[in-house]
């Protein structure tokens, strides 16, 4: 029997990943963006400024993004050094992709890749003046400048799909990453993140599942993502070795407009686990980036299931515009030892 040894959730959003003094662009983007989302509501800049009166002008100050962007590298480095030390035989990485590697001819809900190495491959040029202001500049923090190759775990992965496909979840499988022309030729920044910042990396082998959280029309709905993380735990158990298990969430929390509340909810939720309280944020919700909020559902069940405890439990809002976009940054991690 295979053991789950600890979890960890962790946002990956660019402010992570690019210094305060240039927030500002994607602050600029921000302000053109009619597409913000907000508690179940579609607003343009004005509008969300306007309903979030009398705005976030304090938090946007060069001296609070300084602060904010400093808990957060220490809160990453901490989950760094906690994943070292829980001596992981091999990683089970749940994040999602935004039409990066998938396409429309092909939007798996759930995916497990079943290769033997994970390619991070560092966009072209040309791929990066496409990106939108301040994403770029974020690339560094999800790849390194010359590519890595990481290993993976075909074997295990396998025998998790099986034991799913018994459980009733009928993932998809992928032994390579798609290439096509216009798109990424590597894993997305969901998962590059992880093995940058998380895994230094240097990642163990590990196992990416993909959950579809936010591409339309077949997002994964909360219940089926608390089931299926669940089910993940049960599958790693039921493999028969005594391999030492991780499993690591990538993304959310509220973003590109920073929900304080939502994200206190999804928090508490957590420790103890209360699977109706997250059900009972309704789907509209999850419209826009903070759907990546459903990863860390999915392995918040599976910690649950497992019976580990939070041990870390670390929030930082990060705003970049009066109206409140950016992103609720947050950073937990379960053990066996609590």
Not at 73 to 81: F, G, K, M, P, Y
Not at 136 to 162: D, K, M, W
């Amino acid at each position: 029997m295979a053991n789950i040894v600890g979890g960890i959730a962790v946002s990956h959003g660019p402010l992570l990943c690019t210094p305060p003094s240039i927030w500002h662009l994607r602050a600029g983007a921000d302000q053109k963006n009619v597409n913000h989302w907000y508690q179940g509501r579609r607003h343009n800049y004005d509008e969300l400024l306007a309903a979030r009166a009398p705005g976030f002008g304090m938090a946007v100050q060069a001296a609070h993004q300084a602060r904010a962007y400093a808990q957060c590298q220490s809160s990453l480095d901490q989950l760094a050094d906690k994943f070292k030390a829980m001596r992981a035989d091999w990683v089970i990485v749940v994040g999602n992709d935004q039409r990066e590697v998938f396409h429309d001819d092909m939007s798996p809900a759930l995916l497990v890749y079943t290769g033997e190495s994970i390619p991070n491959i560092p966009l072209t040029p040309a791929q990066l003046a496409k990106l939108p202001p301040g994403i770029a500049e974020a690339e560094v923090g999800h790849c390194p400048p010359e590519g890595a190759v990481y290993p993976g775990h075909a074997a295990q992965a396998t025998r998790i799909v099986e034991s799913l496909s018994d459980a009733g979840f009928d993932v998809a499988t992928s032994a390579r990453l798609p290439s096509t022309a216009d798109g990424q030729h590597g894993i997305p920044h969901a998962f590059g993140f992880v093995y940058r910042r998380i895994l230094n990396d240097a990642p163990p082998p590990s196992v990416p599942v993909f959950v579809n959280v936010g591409v339309a029309p077949n997002q994964v709905r909360t219940g089926r993502a608390l089931g299926f993380g669940a089910a993940l735990a049960r599958a790693v158990r039921d493999l028969p070795d005594a391999s030492r298990v991780v499993l690591i969430a990538s993304g959310g929390l509220s973003h590109f407009v920073v929900d304080e509340s939502l994200d206190q909810k999804v928090l508490q939720a957590l420790s103890p686990f209360d699977a109706a309280s997250l059900q009972s944020i309704p789907e509209s919700w999850f419209n826009g980036n903070s759907g990546e909020i459903k990863s860390w559902m999915a392995v918040a069940a599976a910690m649950n299931e497992a019976g580990l405890r939070i041990d870390m439990r670390d929030y930082t809002p990060c705003y970049r515009t009066p109206a409140g976009t950016g992103s609720g940054m947050g950073f937990v991690a379960w053990s066996l030892s609590v």
